[in-house]
């Protein structure tokens, strides 16, 4: 009897430390069939020198000698639980990396979203600060220079009463109204700061104030003001100051002639 309770506690003591987890892992009717089998197997152990009448229990069992059996039936029932633990956590861990694809996958969306957001934006101030030229079709007549014994400030397209002139980028326009020898003349500052001047239009369809996008018509080709035949005379004034030579500056925003 000095040996077989001490067997008894070494199980109790690391049964102690299992309960825990059998209790939270959820598994009660595992744990249960683990007992029933513990019994069964050393009942049929102890069966013939068990005396009539008296109880089974697992520490009777014990003290009547079953403890290998019962250990035996202790282990399968530890693998039982063990397995069952084990395919407990590899649910747990598919689950936690369903959560964890989904979450990226989440994720992933979120970012092409973002990025095509991105693009967009990208793509619509690239519409909004393209630069465009304010009529097509024209004839090169007249270039930057000394004319008639005072300076040319612009460049002279000719093209035929009635062509569309077009704002060059997205501004505002800042003047419409007659200029001299300029004739009907169009101001219109741009985004970046440079101001255009259309001079000789034969209708003006803009208005102080009005915002335009690159491409909008303003006003229409004519021959009006100190004019020699029907052409848009161009000015550039960078930042609004004096007027800069028309050509290379267009060659610099991508705008050929
Ligand atoms: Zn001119």
Same mark, same amino acid.
Not at 204 to 211: N, P
């Given at each position: ?32 069939? /683990? ?19 008296? &109880? ?15 250990? /035996?039936? =202790?282990?399968? &029932? ?10 407990? /956590?590899?649910?747990?861990?598919? &689950? ?7 979450? =990226? ?5 979120? &970012? ?40 040319? %400030? ?17 501004? =505002? ?11 009907? %003349? ?20 803009? %208005? ?50």
């Amino acid at each position: 009897m000095s040996s077989t309770p001490y067997a008894g506690r070494h199980r109790l003591a690391r049964g102690g430390a299992r309960r825990p987890a059998i209790l939270t892992s959820g598994f009660l009717l595992p744990a249960a069939a /683990a007992a029933a089998l513990v019994l069964t197997t050393t009942g049929a152990t102890v069966a013939p020198s068990r005396p009539p009448g008296v &109880a089974l229990t697992g520490n009777r069992a014990a003290s009547l000698g079953g403890s290998v059996d019962r250990q /035996a039936a =202790e282990t399968r &029932a530890d693998d039982e639980q063990a397995s069952q633990r084990r395919s407990q /956590a590899q649910l747990e861990a598919a &689950a936690m990396l369903g959560r964890q694809q989904e979450k =990226e996958r989440i994720a992933r969306d979120m &970012a092409r979203a973002a990025l095509a957001d991105e693009l967009a934006r990208a793509k619509a101030l690239a519409r909004a600060h393209a630069w465009l030229m304010p009529v097509h079709g024209f004839t090169f007549t007249s270039a930057f220079k000394m004319r008639w014994g005072r300076m040319h %400030t612009g460049n002279d397209l000719a093209c035929p009463t009635g062509t569309p002139i077009s704002a060059m980028s997205t501004g =505002e326009v800042i003047f419409t109204g007659w200029m001299g020898g300029g004739g009907n %003349t169009t101001k219109i500052r741009y985004w970046d700061g440079t101001v255009s001047f259309y001079e000789h239009q034969s209708r003006i369809s803009a %208005t102080v104030g009005q915002k335009v996008a690159p491409g909008d018509i303003v006003g229409y080709v004519g021959n009006t003001g100190h004019s020699f035949g029907s052409h848009l005379h161009l000015e550039i004034h960078p930042g609004g100051g004096g007027p800069v030579d028309p050509h290379p500056w267009m060659t610099k925003h991508d705008l050929r002639y």
